[in-house]
């Protein structure tokens, strides 16, 4: 049963910490990527990686890092440089098919 | 910089009848065109795409219909049903572009089918 697993749905931390979120594909796709979706906003690109140990800035990467030292695994760490945190955070994968979507993690950060 | 707009935030609509969701894109890289649902608090799924050689691409009770020349598209629901009830997002890639295949949202439309 292949598919993206974010975990885990709900996060909470306090002000100043770094964070990280967890995503795993079994898809065996080459890109992954990260986006965050604010009420009324779309999705906004953070990071994106299309190959192991490669990635890129999307356009909001400031206080954000990421790795990609496995194919499967896409950690996205939110860092205390980041001044708004608090939002709902989308990891998606891409082979041949267009992007898939894993079900998320609401970071809440006061 | 919002390269692709969604204008309307919601839509209601009766049972039965056509939704039409619109979106705009402003650049003209763009070429390649999805839309995905969303429900709350999940992740989006991806619902239809059409490729800018095409103009139309219908699957189901789906139809995206593309404007080039107006950097429009729209997404047709017929007939709709109250299980089609989410937000739908626009989104727009260049995959020629050296962009890794990532997509440009646009900010939803929330739409309610109602019995």
């Known amino acids: 049963d292949g598919g993206i697993t974010q975990s885990p749905k709900y996060l909470f931390r306090k002000e100043g910490q770094n964070v990280t979120l967890s995503c795993e594909q079994n898809?065996?796709?080459?890109?992954m990527y990260w986006y965050r979706q604010d009420p009324g906003q779309g999705l906004r690109l953070i990071y994106y990686?299309?190959?192991?140990?490669?990635?890129q800035k999307g356009d909001i990467a400031e206080g954000y890092s990421v790795s990609r030292e496995k194919k499967e695994s896409f950690p996205l760490t939110v860092t205390s440089a980041q001044k708004n945190p608090t939002a709902f955070y989308l990891c998606?994968?891409?082979?041949?098919?267009?992007?898939?979507f894993g079900n998320g993690t609401r970071l809440t950060v006061t | 910089d919002q390269q692709v707009k969604q204008n309307s935030p919601s839509l209601s609509v009766q049972e039965g009848r056509i939704s039409i969701l619109n979106c705009d894109y402003t650049?003209?890289?763009?070429?390649?065109f999805l839309w995905y649902k969303k429900y709350p608090a999940e992740g989006p799924t991806f619902l239809i795409s059409?490729?800018?050689?095409?103009d139309k691409n219908e699957d189901g009770r789906f139809t995206v219909f593309l404007n080039k020349s107006a950097k429009h598209l729209s997404l047709h629901i017929v007939p709709s049903q109250p299980g089609d009830s989410a937000v739908y997002f626009c989104?727009?890639?260049?995959?020629?572009?050296?962009?890794?295949?990532?997509?440009?949202f646009g900010k939803g439309t929330s739409l309610l089918v109602t019995p």
């Open positions: 998606a994968s891409k082979g041949r098919s267009p992007l898939h």
């Open positions: 898809l065996n796709h080459d890109a």
């Open positions: 990686s299309q190959i192991v140990n490669d990635f």
């Open positions: 650049n003209s890289m763009f070429d390649y």
């Open positions: 059409i490729s800018s050689i095409k």
């Open positions: 989104a727009a890639s260049a995959l020629r572009s050296n962009s890794g295949y990532a997509l440009n």
